[in-house]
């Protein structure tokens, strides 16, 4: 079959979703299919371009014209769709139902081509809290156009539990994970530890719920917890999150149990991992109305090895003996549990891994395919 993997935006080194996507890509060749990927960028010039496979398909110039230009410009797509006779488009929503978008799915269905929107996160409204006057419109726009949008697809991938979204049937598919790219840690976690280093790995936003575990920290000392634990937080951190953060640790004092080590990849961010007893997640998705969500995070985190605490209903775990669960509220995080939880925790990091074998990006695209 021949794909198109059609995305709004283009790739980053640094970025946890251009990961993803490069491995959904990856799981979809690897079950014999041609794909075509299709990205918008800035080049060093300024001009804005899309691209299939890194040449030029269309380039839009630069300045205001150009970037009106990339928004509402989709003949280009279509026409290599329908020369090259794609059979399914892959799209990666971008929040940006309009008449011009649907209109390209409308031509995709009109020359038979098959078509999925991938929604990574539903609903997504909440997530625009605090965004500015741009942004907002955008959504507003994206909130009158979105159930048309839906209409000319052939379903919404979705990794919520929704049987339908925006009056469209769903694929409920998990999030996968690529285990080749992901190393096992290699350190037994010691029963038992005096100190304790717990990880979380994000870019950094309110509903991943990192203050709940700052702010339990600073109850557990605040009780007379004896055990040293620190919480070593990787990857970026905006502003307002970071005042929140510096504001609980000065208000507990426990400046040295909460490290900002910044972004880290290859074998700084592995040795971080290796000195790890237990990872963090997901602890505020119902910040942002999410109550099932399977994140990429749960699955990069069993793919090393760890055993992690999440608040949100991930189907994929829930029974993992590894899994701490913590209640979908605002409350600190109960350290004194964690650590009893930890302590107790004897399964092996080859086991964790071994654990979600069926989670790989080739299994779960497979099943999009399969229901198209």
């Known amino acids: 079959m021949k794909i198109l993997f059609l995305i709004y935006h283009g790739f980053s080194e640094v970025s946890g979703i251009s990961k993803k996507i490069h491995y959904q890509i990856n799981g979809l060749r ?26 030029p398909l269309q380039d839009f110039g630069n300045g205001r014209l150009a970037a009106m230009r990339k928004r509402c410009c989709y003949g280009a797509v279509v026409k290599f769709a329908v020369e090259n ?72 991938v979705t990794f919520t539990q929704e049987k339908e979204i925006f009056g469209q049937r769903t694929i409920r598919i998990s999030n996968g994970i690529e285990l080749e790219a992901i190393p096992l840690k290699k ?40 055990r040293s634990v620190a919480f070593h937080i990787i990857g970026g951190i905006a502003d307002e999150d970071m005042r929140g953060f510096t504001g609980l640790i000065e208000k507990y004092g426990i400046k040295d149990k909460v490290v900002f080590h910044g972004q880290k990849f290859g074998k700084e961010l592995n040795a971080l991992f290796e000195d790890a007893d237990f990872a963090v997640a997901s602890l505020g998705r119902h910040r942002s109305g999410i109550t099932y969500i399977k994140t990429l995070k749960n699955r990069e985190y069993a793919a090393r090895g760890l055993g992690f605490i999440y608040s949100e209903i991930d189907d994929d775990f829930e029974a993992k003996p590894y899994i701490l669960k913590a209640a979908a509220n605002d409350a600190p995080i109960d350290i004194e549990q964690m650590i009893d939880f930890v302590d107790h925790l004897t399964i092996t990091p080859e086991e964790i891994r071994k654990s979600i074998y069926d989670l790989t990006w080739e299994r779960q695209m497979e099943r999009v395919i399969s229901e198209i």
């Open 30 to 55: 690897q079950l014999g299919h041609q794909v075509f990927v299709c990205t918008y960028d800035i080049k060093d010039d300024g001009h804005r371009v899309r691209f299939i496979d890194d040449k």
């Open 85 to 156: 006779k794609i059979d399914f488009v892959y799209a990666r929503s971008f929040h940006n139902a309009n008449p011009f978008t649907i209109r390209m799915f409308k031509e995709f269905k009109r020359a038979g081509i098959k078509s999925v929107i991938e929604i990574p996160t539903y609903p997504y409204d909440q997530e625009y809290r605090g965004y500015g006057k741009k942004d907002q419109l955008e959504l507003a726009i994206d909130k009158i156009f979105r159930k048309r949008l839906a209409k000319q697809t052939d379903a919404i």
């Open 187 to 226: 350190a037994e976690r010691q029963v038992r530890k005096e100190s304790l280093n717990f990880i979380g790995v994000a870019e950094v936003h309110y509903w991943h719920g990192f203050d709940r575990l700052i702010a339990g920290i600073g109850e557990y000392y605040n009780n007379g917890g004896t």
